[in-house]
């Protein structure tokens, strides 16, 4: 049987065919564009394949209550066009079952699948780029709750040595509006990669710490994996689980702390977690209705 997955993102979409073993057959890239244009490509490279599933990991917020009539339609988003479209409507013609998730709740499923959280039932995935997201894995199954979490808008203390307030349009000093790679680029005026102050690096791994440590204390994930773009500068890894230690002062004594290398780890499957979870979430659709039977 044949499954198709969408990992669907702001700037581009990663489109993708694969089989009942999770194996990607065929994946491509699509600039995202308005709503019909991106459709019509992204079922253009369907073409005639017939899918016994799709999953769609989704850019937030988006309805994920799957006995709302609004289930995957998109909310109060920042990219305008795309507000109250809703994938089950677009890809319905496709006549096979479709879930969906959120891009970095799809990642976190992916990375537990097939990646670094694999056999790891309670962990967090944050991923820091464009912007921050974090997929919350509880007993193995992402955390919705309400809506789905939005851990990249908690807030921060602002740093003493930071004379900046953060960018977030909705909370300014939120972990997203202080260290998301835009919030770098604001606070240095230059792309995160460009930056080689070692004092830029030590006050964005401080950030990152104060949220991982609220992290643990609110969750209590066995693992936390970092992806994302500015994580892929590669000077982060160390500094973060220094001040992680350093915060958490040994208030909370767990096995997993006392090895803090295999504790923070970067994220796995060289990109691919997103759409490997898009794949398993389509797979899934078919496993529930064989359960159902
Ligand atoms: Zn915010």
């Known amino acids: 049987m044949l499954f198709g997955a969408i990992e669907a993102g702001g700037t581009k979409m990663v489109v993708a065919t694969g089989d009942e073993y999770g194996n990607i057959i065929k994946k491509t890239e699509i600039k995202t564009t308005t709503p019909d244009e991106t459709v019509g490509n992204i079922k253009e490279f369907f073409g005639e394949s017939r899918l016994g599933a799709l999953g769609i990991g989704a850019f937030g917020p988006v309805c994920l209550d799957e006995k709302s009539t ?64 974090v997929g919350v894995m509880i007993g193995g199954k992402p955390l919705h709750g309400m809506l789905h979490p939005e851990a990249g808008h908690i807030l921060l203390p602002i740093s003493t040595d930071d004379g900046f307030s953060g960018i977030c349009p909705y909370h300014k000093n939120c972990f997203e509006g202080l260290a998301s790679g835009p919030a770098m680029k604001k606070r240095y005026g230059t792309e995160p990669y460009l930056i080689t102050d070692e004092r830029a690096w030590e006050t964005e791994a401080d950030y990152i710490a104060k949220a991982i440590m609220q992290y643990i204390c609110c969750y209590s994930p066995k693992r936390i994996i970092l992806g994302g773009g500015v994580m892929n500068s590669g000077r982060l890894f160390d500094p973060v689980r220094k001040k992680v230690l350093m915060y958490l002062n040994d208030y909370i004594t767990a096995r997993e702390l006392s090895d803090i290398e295999s504790y923070i780890v970067p994220a796995g499957l060289s990109g691919n977690q997103g759409i490997t979870g898009a794949l398993h979430l389509a797979q899934n659709e078919i496993r529930k209705d064989k359960e159902n039977e």
Do not use: H
Not at 100 to 129: H, L, Q
């Open 70 to 133: 609004d289930y995957g339609r998109i909310g109060k988003s920042p990219k305008l066009e795309w507000v109250g479209f809703s994938w089950i409507e677009a890809f319905r013609d496709l006549c096979c079952p479709i879930s969906i998730d959120t891009d970095v709740n799809v990642a976190a499923i992916g990375e537990y699948v097939g990646g670094n959280a694999a056999g790891t039932d309670d962990f967090i995935y944050i991923t820091i780029g464009t912007g921050i997201g």
